[in-house]
């Protein structure tokens, strides 16, 4: 879709911020670019809709040199969506949205309605259309920025660290949003932070750029944290980038034990069964089969086990659907070194040590010469 050529642009101090660039950028993804401050992110960015010239070389959007075409119809034809959502504190949250599509030639009715359209595609509450930006979150602000930037259904999205100021659970939401609205949408998405888990998470492709704009390596996710370019990229993705890549594996290889899983209600006879010297705690679960907590074999009252009492059993993981990070996590962060595995519903399947996890682990990073699919 987008196909940059030896792009740089060259201030007249003679400060270059993009140094001969050249990228392709696949259709109906996202790529993600990503650097140290001073690499040029968003002098890339603002490049590919014209709101800074490239001083040589050139852009091509869909094989068409985008010089070719006035400026205001090049913008008009991309989404744009920065920090702070950038919205008009005048105008209503509709007409926020409706922008676009107004400047377009759109009828009033005609772009209020595609607005209130996109409102709830972005997750934003139907009541919020008559509201001003200053009553709105942060996170609700940067859904508003989202949806504006789609109101006239543009083939490409531009993204300028546009959660970066947000706290971090209300980016977590906003990233998966994202991920979703990609999904349903295939924009063309061109998406710039600083942060190399967000990169991680949402990019099909990642370009990491060094000081000065230029182009350290071009990779998939995987990619990248498997096999670094060269010393500046392995240190920017850190210390623990072979972590970050467990989230490229599935946890649907691991060995669930069902066994240490009882009913609060269970008998002396489901008590003993349960117990195993390898397994030093078992999971009690209430009668739909949710977890509650973990307890010794020893300590447990058959018939009536004191829920008050149980160690809390940590954060569950998904089985089969999150990553062996994932599932790492969940074993860490648990006060018996076990993972509780549930199903899409919340219901247990089974249980996992980190032992078996690591087992996994190992077996994930030395056996396979095809990289798996990114787990979102």
């Known amino acids: 879709m987008i196909r940059m050529e030896s792009v740089t642009k060259r201030y ?4 270059v911020a993009v140094d ?6 696949p259709e109906k993804a996202i790529t993600v670019l990503v650097g140290p401050s001073g690499c040029g992110k968003t002098t890339t960015l603002r490049m590919i809709n ?3 010239e490239p001083s040589e070389g050139r852009i091509l959007l869909d094989g068409t040199d985008i010089l070719q075409q006035p400026v205001h119809t090049l913008r008009r034809s991309m989404g744009y969506v920065i920090q702070h959502a950038g919205l008009f504190q005048h105008r209503t949250i509709v007409d926020n949205i409706a922008t676009v599509p107004r400047l377009l030639g759109w009828g009033k009715a005609k772009s209020r309605e595609r607005a209130r359209e996109l409102m709830e595609r972005v997750g934003l509450d139907a009541a919020l259309a008559g509201r001003y930006p200053h009553q709105l979150s942060g996170g609700q602000q940067q859904r508003v920025g989202v949806a504006r930037a789609l109101a006239a259904d543009p083939p490409v999205l531009l993204m300028d660290e546009p959660f970066s100021a947000v706290d971090p659970v209300v980016r977590k939401g906003l990233q998966d949003e994202l991920l979703r609205l990609q999904a349903e949408l295939g924009k063309t998405i061109v998406f710039v932070t600083h942060d190399i888990d ?4 949402l990019g099909s492709m990642v370009a990491v750029l060094r000081t000065g704009g230029r182009l350290a390596q071009y990779a998939p996710p995987a990619e990248l944290l498997s096999h670094p370019a060269d010393a500046f990229v392995e240190d920017f993705l850190g210390a623990d980038r072979g972590i970050r890549r467990l989230s490229f594996f599935p946890s649907a290889g691991l060995e669930l034990l069902t066994a240490p899983v ?5 008998t002396a006879e489901q008590l003993a069964a349960a117990e195993a010297p390898d397994v030093p705690y078992l999971l009690v ?3 739909d ?4 907590g973990w307890g010794e074999p020893g300590a447990l009252t058959a018939g009536s086990i004191a829920v008050e009492e149980l160690l809390p059993y940590g954060r569950p993981f998904v089985a089969g659907t999150d990553s062996l990070r994932a599932a790492l996590d969940c074993a860490v962060l648990s006060p018996t070194g076990w993972a509780v595995a549930v ?11 980190q032992a078996s996890i690591g087992a996994a682990i190992r077996e994930a990073h030395a056996g396979r010469a095809d990289e798996p699919k990114a787990l979102r």
Do not use: F, H
């Not at 001969?20 to 950028?25: D, S």
């Not at 009882?262 to 269970?266: E, G, L």
């Open 50 to 52: 014209r709101m800074v």
């Open 20 to 25: 001969r660039l050249t990228l392709e950028i």
């Open 12 to 15: 007249p101090d003679g400060t």
């Open 343 to 353: 199903d899409a519903s919340g219901r247990v399947r089974g249980v996992v040590s």
């Open 198 to 201: 967000e990169a991680v998470k």
């Open 285 to 287: 679960t209430d009668p």
């Open 262 to 266: 009882v009913p609060a209600d269970a």
């Open 289 to 292: 089969g949710r977890p509650l």
